[in-house]
């Protein structure tokens, strides 16, 4: 029985040893994470990995988790005034009040219990002079934290999904020459959307609307936090298409005075009076209901701005 010599097959300039293959393979991941912590540090969307005084930081679509991040250092270094609302306000502009520098704290879809989370990073740091408080029972008809805004950690600033969508959403911007959609004072334009109808047929609002225990004590105890600050405080209420608000005004109007009989002292803009009803009868400042257009935006924030300043002056 005859065996064959087995010649053994000479490895190549190309193959590598086992142990080289796992130390170049740790050592790009090495190299990756490191590029991913200095485009975070260097990007620092959040404003809490390097000096946040001066900057002009922006809100994307991940809105809840970075306001609250922001919230954190971005906000009490750069503000010293609060407008507390939920969708119908964020495209509101407080900018410029003689001598008060406004961040818009209003979260799409949120409501008292979301607010007061949100506002509370900012008042551990931060020394607050006025506050503009939106009053409508949207706000306390529910406490949801809604996209996992209850595990939110400062940790995110260094490697997550809201983070690589953050940093995605602002390259675009930068990058694509497309024009900015958020601004640094906390508020975002609203979509575009065809105007109501007046013969649309709005509902009326349920007897119980807006009187969720826990998120009336939400935003009670937060307006008295502020309150117990110095804070000043001016309570407005969201101005509705008239057509909306022929049904609920009597609701509404019995909303408002609850909640100022819980609340701290201040004045009410209300903006659904007989002064602004021509406001409320156009169509073109509103793309529904409740949510104003760019447009009727830009013309109610003229008005709020000047109703406001007054509002702290008289105080």
Do not use: C
Request: aromatic share 12%; charged share 20%; proline share 5%.
């Amino acid at each position: 029985m005859s065996t064959s010599n087995i010649t053994p097959v000479p490895r190549t300039a190309f193959e590598i040893s086992s142990v080289q293959w796992m130390v170049g393979f740790f050592g790009m991941v090495a190299l990756v994470a490191a590029i991913n912590l200095f485009i975070a540090w260097r990007m620092d969307v959040f404003g809490i990995l390097r000096d946040a005084h001066g900057r002009s930081l922006i809100t994307s679509d991940h809105e809840r988790k970075q306001k609250y991040l922001l919230n954190q250092a971005y906000v009490p270094e750069n503000f010293d005034a609060l407008l507390i609302g939920a969708s119908a306000s964020v495209n509101w502009r407080m900018a410029p009040i003689a001598g008060y520098r406004f961040y818009n704290e209003s979260l799409e879809g949120g409501d008292a219990s979301e607010e007061r989370k949100l506002v509370e990073q900012a008042l551990e740091t931060g020394h607050f002079r006025a506050a503009v408080i939106v009053l409508y029972p949207r706000l306390t008809d529910l406490h949801l934290l809604q996209d996992g805004f209850d595990q939110v950690k400062r940790s995110e600033a260094f490697g997550s999904i809201s983070l690589l969508g953050v940093e995605y959403d602002i390259l675009h911007e930068h990058l694509g020459h497309v024009q900015a959609k958020s601004y640094p004072d906390g508020s975002h334009a609203s979509p575009v959307h065809a105007p109501p109808n007046p013969s649309d047929n709005f509902g009326a609002w349920s007897n119980g609307f807006g009187s969720d225990p826990q998120a009336l004590q939400d935003y009670r105890t937060l307006a008295w936090e502020l309150a117990n600050r110095d804070v000043r405080i001016v309570y407005v209420t969201y101005p509705m298409f008239e057509s909306a608000l022929k049904p609920n005004k009597d609701l509404y109007d019995r909303y408002v005075a609850e909640m100022l009989r819980i609340m701290p002292a201040g004045p009410l803009i209300d903006f659904n009076a007989l002064q602004y009803l021509s406001f409320r009868n156009d169509a073109n400042n509103y793309i529904d209901e409740l949510h104003l257009s760019a447009s009727g935006a830009e013309r109610f924030s003229t008005i709020l701005r000047a109703k406001v300043e007054v509002a702290l002056a008289d105080e």
